[in-house]
């Protein structure tokens, strides 16, 4: 008998587990931490959301099984957030299925079009869930670079001829998390035609839709004509809506990959409680000052941060859209690596952050900082860094 089983021994530790532990031993021991580590909102869904999913709960006829491609009006209202915000037109019926999260949309895509031995073209740094989803599946990851430059197409074009057996699909996430980057409509253009030329699949990312920042609206894939002949694309509700613990996402985009989707998910789940679907459609279909709210919360976030975090001797770029901050470790600290500043970070500073490393190997050297605190802990966060930083030897003016 094995002592492991063989996806286990594809998983490799988890090392943003292990700060999430030291996080919780600290709380556990009334250790007052400032929590910027996991994408986690601090904020509340609207209140009509809320309304709805109680409502409907009350309905005795609510409470079996659900759809597990999702029920049609939640399907529907999907459609018609494409149609508004981005100009594309879907079918709910055959372009449109409801997941449990974009994570599980993702996972159960990986299973129902991976092979064993298949090669996958993925971000590093990236989301987890975009490598080891199909890892688990039994592919090989080859990895692309993040930023959308020429070295980024350069890459592409020797993963296309260097790689056996041929990669099958291309997995984009912008913004990206945990970068933050962004692209325009005419990287996506550039991409659905190379993605067809090379017959590949691409599987866009875009959680992170409606928080983007100095009035540059994140673009969709699917804008650009005929990419439903290649593409599908993932958005959630977590964060545009605050409702990361509802697990309510969606695919949408081409239909014998909604299809294989859709069929899979047949298999192992009835779908999400239909007072969530329903309360899903109340937040789609109904009123959306609350998105415009919290792009600009976020905003108003970042900017502090920024600039706090500067002053206390930590320079971090400005992030255009997410709700990360990509940083860098100080230039006096980089020797250390991500994983042990995070932790002294907790432990010294009482500040948790993610190591970059537990994003892949290129995110060493940086930390991704999550703004789910109010602009108050946010500035006690920076006194804390500050005192850490001292302490190191690293100041204001040095940094």
């Not at 970068?179 to 991409?191: H, K, N, P, Q, S």
């Not at 593409?231 to 605050?242: C, G, I, M, Q, R």
């Amino acid at each position: 008998m094995e002592d492991e089983f063989y996806r286990m021994k594809r998983l490799p530790p988890y090392v943003i587990a292990e700060v999430n532990a030291m996080r919780h031993a600290a709380r556990q021991a009334g250790r007052d931490i400032i929590d910027l580590g996991m994408g986690n909102p601090d904020l509340p869904p609207p209140q009509h959301v809320i309304d709805k999913l109680c409502e409907v709960a009350q309905d005795p006829d609510a409470h079996g099984y659900s759809q597990s491609k999702g029920i049609p009006g939640l399907r529907k209202a999907q459609a018609d957030y494409y149609a508004r915000r981005f100009g594309v037109d879907l079918d709910p019926e055959n372009e449109v299925v409801v997941t449990l999260g974009s994570k599980e949309g993702l996972a159960s895509l990986a299973t129902a079009i991976t092979a064993p031995g298949d090669t996958i073209l993925a971000p590093n740094p990236c989301y987890p869930i975009h490598t080891f989803g199909f890892i688990i599946a039994g592919a090989s990851i080859r990895s692309v670079p993040t930023t959308p430059d020429e070295h980024y197409w350069e890459a592409l074009e020797r993963a296309m001829h260097f790689t056996v057996p041929r990669p099958t699909v291309l997995i984009v996430n912008y913004p990206s998390n945990p970068t933050a980057e962004t692209v325009g409509i005419e990287f996506y253009e550039r991409l659905v035609a190379w993605a067809k030329e090379n017959k590949i699949w691409i599987l866009s990312d875009l959680a992170y839709s409606e928080l983007y920042y100095d009035g540059n609206p994140t673009r969709s894939i699917l804008e650009v004509p005929g990419a439903k002949d290649v593409a599908v694309e993932f958005t959630s509700l977590s964060k545009t809506y605050s409702m990361a613990g509802w697990r309510m996402g969606f695919a949408v985009g081409n239909t014998k990959l909604i299809a294989a989707l859709s069929r899979v998910k047949s298999y192992i789940d009835y779908g999400a409680f239909t007072p969530i679907q329903a309360a899903a459609v109340a937040a789609l279909n109904g009123p959306q000052d609350i998105v415009e709210k919290n792009r600009e919360l976020y905003r108003k976030r970042r900017d502090v941060m920024v600039e706090a975090f500067g002053r206390a001797g930590w320079d971090i770029p400005s992030p255009r859209a997410s709700m990360f901050a990509w940083a860098p470790l100080p230039p006096a600290l980089v020797e250390m690596g991500s994983l042990e500043f995070s932790k002294q970070l907790l432990t010294q500073a009482e500040v948790a952050v993610a190591p970059g490393v537990g994003y892949g190997e290129d995110g060493e050297g940086f930390v991704r900082i999550a703004m789910v605190e109010n602009e108050q802990r946010l500035r006690q966060a920076a006194r804390n860094i500050r005192r850490y930083l001292s302490s190191m030897g690293v100041n204001s003016s040095a940094a």
